[in-house]
């Protein structure tokens, strides 16, 4: 089995006194889209924000094709490789969707090549994103902050791609457009990996949604992994169905389910 | 009032209003991107007009030489507070943040205070002090350079964010900083320039100026108000704002000094920005209302 591209070993991470990540372990390997499940405040997010340095971890590793960057800051992370499109899209609202789209692209601005070079690229990467958004296309010269949620989900997702990542970091791509669009993006993702060979971890509230696009999952409680396993293994295990599905396993089963709170 | 009279005031509203809104624009710039603000802006329109004046009789440089190198030190000097006292604390409340910058006018002014004495030095006119005709009022030379040097300067400013990749990654800070890192902007960088222009910005405005109305040590006490006020007459964050902001509040002052009484030209301005913040706390060209969410 090859070496996972990214890896999380025993992560700590505080903010303030709240520990909200407990000796977490994870690892995505290549080509690989894998999951992150768990209620609200589980520490999906924080996962998120920690591997893309936005927060620094108290203790633990992360590594990235072979290297250590949780010490790395953001800007670092994304030029290695990483972007997160963050929870809430986060689009720069007054710039343009073109604007935003380039933004992307910046971190490499001072990678290698001439600048010409550069531009170059930037620009047949604009015009892949077109093609791969048409509505972008159609949009270009608007605000960012005048399109529909779900425009401005692919935006981010366009922008986070501009910067020609192997992993791809999601939270909750799925929150917010009307559920045409929903499945529209997530049928994305699976494409982006079949095509780009891109690396995908998902953090998403719906987990039949996001375990049944994924290959693996982990499952998130109060800053710990409780469970972790193949995508159909987590959709056919009792306590997740239980948790996460909203099945109604019957009167039998909810006797000895484990408590949890519903939202 | 007569129309030379009137037209009189105009100028010298506009050309101190200029300056201003030089002022208000460094004001702008920061806060856009550390959502702080500056109040050792003032200390570095001082520091350009000073040391413009230092440079010329220590050095025996010639005008404009001197001039670019003041622009050049307080560019730098910018950087240097940033690193040195704002870096370093980054993650503070705004308030502390604003309560330092506080700090660092006092010990700028002291320390120019210290060099240069408490005199009032004058700059010579950038190209002669005979008064042209202009419809009856009294045009100086110097009055068109403050006017087009500071044109000039917003339109750079203006191309700079509206035309070039890092003036929109700059942008991008202040709309949302948490993003900006995630699509692979330095954000620690972006706050260095916005410092580094900010004082650019100022001590050319205090270059210019100090032909007409002198400079001493504790000039930037007054102009750093003055841009402040005009900042937020024009709506804070708002650098077309800041700009008109300057302006008006340059022209209102002039009418003020020459109508009512030069006495009160100062409070004029506080007058100014009182009822504003009464009637119309965003500014002028300021959003109404808080962010849409």
Known sequence: MQAPLLEITNLDVFYGKIHALREVSLSVRQGEIVSLIGGNGAGKTTLLCTISGLIRPSAGGISFAGQDISRRAPERIVQDGVSHVPEGRLVFSPLSVADNLRLGAYGRSSGPGTRAELREQAAEDLERMYEMFPVLRERKKQAAGTLSGGEQQMLAIGRALMARPRVLLLDEPGMGPAPLVTREIFRLIVTLRDRLGLTVLLVEQNARRALKIADRGYVLETGRVTLTGASQDLLANHDVQCAYLGHDVGQNVRANAPEKPSA | ?293
């Open chain 2, 1 to 293: 009032m007569d129309l030379p009279s009137l037209l009189q005031y105009l100028i010298t509203g506009l050309t101190v209003g200029a300056t201003y809104g030089l002022t208000a624009l460094g004001f702008t710039i920061i806060f856009n991107t550390t959502g702080i603000i500056n109040f050792a802006q003032g200390e570095f329109v001082m520091l350009g007009g000073m040391m413009s004046v230092f440079f010329m009789r220590a050095l025996g440089l010639p005008e404009p030489l001197a001039i670019v190198l003041a622009v050049v030190c307080a560019t730098l000097l910018g950087a240097v507070v940033e690193r040195l006292a704002i870096r370093p604390v980054r993650d503070g409340s705004p308030i502390n943040l604003i309560i330092i910058t506080i700090g660092i006018s006092i010990l700028i002014r002291g320390a120019a205070m210290l060099l240069w004495g408490k005199d009032t030095f004058a700059l010579p006119a950038f190209s002669g002090s005979e008064p042209l005709s202009f419809f009856g009022a009294a045009l100086m030379p110097q009055t068109l350079w403050v006017l087009a040097i500071s044109l000039l300067i917003l339109a750079g400013l203006k191309t700079f964010f509206s035309r070039s990749i890092h003036g929109k990654a700059m942008l991008a800070c202040s709309y949302d900083p948490k993003a900006a890192a995630l699509v692979g902007i330095g954000v620690d960088r972006m706050v260095l320039l916005s410092f580094m222009i900010s004082a650019l910005v100022g001590a050319v405005g205090g270059a210019i100026l100090a032909p007409i109305t002198l400079t001493s040590f504790d000039v930037g006490v007054m102009l750093g108000l003055k841009g402040f006020a005009a900042c937020i007459l024009g709506g804070l964050g708002n650098p077309f704002g800041a700009a008109a902001g300057g302006l008006i509040l340059g022209v209102l002052e002039s009418l003020g000094a020459g109508l009512i009484s030069s006495a009160y030209k100062d409070a004029l301005a506080f007058v100014i920005l009182l009822v504003l913040l009464f009637v119309r706390p965003s500014g002028l060209f300021g959003q109404k209302d808080g962010k849409r969410v």
